[in-house]
């Protein structure tokens, strides 16, 4: 699990690493797609993101995922 918890607007949310086993799906109403991104693609797709609270959000997350991969 990454360290911490990050705000959204309605609570707080805990993320985990985890490595891909097959095909991703399916998925409920909140994902649109998924895609594989180098950390400037995902920096960049996350900063389209029109809730600035989510978006603030999605870049902590990243950054502490880049942190915690670091690390290892």
């Excluded at 797709?45 to 950054?63: F, G, K, Q, W, Y």
Aim: charged share 20%; with cysteine.
């Amino acid at each position: 699990m990454l360290p911490g918890r990050f705000a959204g607007r309605t609570g707080h949310t805990a993320y985990f690493v985890m490595e891909p086993v097959g095909e991703p799906g399916p998925f409920g109403d909140e994902t649109w797609r998924v895609c594989w991104a180098s950390t400037e693609e995902a920096a960049a797709l996350i900063a389209r993101t029109p809730n600035p609270v989510a978006r603030s959000r999605d870049l902590a997350v990243l950054a502490a995922a880049l942190a915690w991969v670091a690390a290892r």
